[in-house]
């Protein structure tokens, strides 16, 4: 299947060989409509004035390719770059060729080395034809262009509205997620409160029930003492009665009288105990 082929029109500025000449035609720029294809291409140029033509066939092609050691499709693409697309550092020149013929050239560099192509254009049959369809392309050109800016600026427009419509509701989302931990959070202080509150009753509750167990077990501690202090006294009594002198005559004799006093009250104690 046969490739579909491409158009391009591009407005170059040229050097001209008559400034007054080409200020009276509009200015030293022409428009180039090319049309391109896999092995060939044709150009039709106008400087506004007059129109000129050329059919580049693919026997011509081939042999300026082979000229320069390049593929065709290398030297169609090179061609294309510097024809459908204004290059600022090529140096474009449309010049008379003689008999009505013009010679557009165009300027490039390869491997640091500038270089010069060029084309000689024959005057067109049909002028006025030409013309206009150069200038129906550029009109058609420019209407898909002016339509793909409105599309451009109406996708922009609805793009905005709907980030204007994300901030909104982000914005509403951050109010409301801010009101949701406010409330959150003051219910939480609210139980936290309850459940401290309940902490102190079950310690208050607590603390209450260990005082009112705490007198019995004074009242243990007083008898316990108390007990000891009895057994104490008895202890005490059983040691004064074993200082007591013996009936062989051993203990000290020189007693004084408050110990023959407690001595005695020993004796007569345990006297009672023994009638009882």
Known sequence: MAAAPRHSCAKLSVAVED??????AGGGAVF???????????????????????????????????QWD????????????????????????FHDAGKGCRRLSWTFERQGTKLEWRWKLQPSPNTQQTVSEILDFLMDANIRLSEEVVRKTQSFDKLKQEAEKCLQQSERFNTEKADFEQATFSKFVAVLNSKKAKLRQLRDKVAELESADKPPKEEEEENSTDRTELFEEESDKEASVNEEPS??????????????????RGRGRGRKREKN
């Not at 061609?79 to 090529?90: I, N, V």
Request: aromatic share 8%; glycine share 6%.
């Open 32 to 66: 180039v409509r090319a049309t391109w294809l896999p092995t060939r291409f044709s150009l039709a140029v106008t400087d506004g004035a007059g129109a000129w033509v050329a059919d580049a066939s693919d026997a011509e092609v081939r042999l300026r390719a082979e």
């Open 247 to 264: 009936e062989t005559g051993g203990g000290d004799l020189h007693s004084s009288p408050e110990k023959s006093a407690a001595t005695s």
């Open 70 to 93: 390049q593929p065709v499709a290398e030297y169609l693409a090179l061609a294309e770059r510097y024809l459908a697309f204004h290059q600022p550092d090529s140096t474009y020149s």
């Open 19 to 24: 400034p007054k000449a080409a200020a009276a």
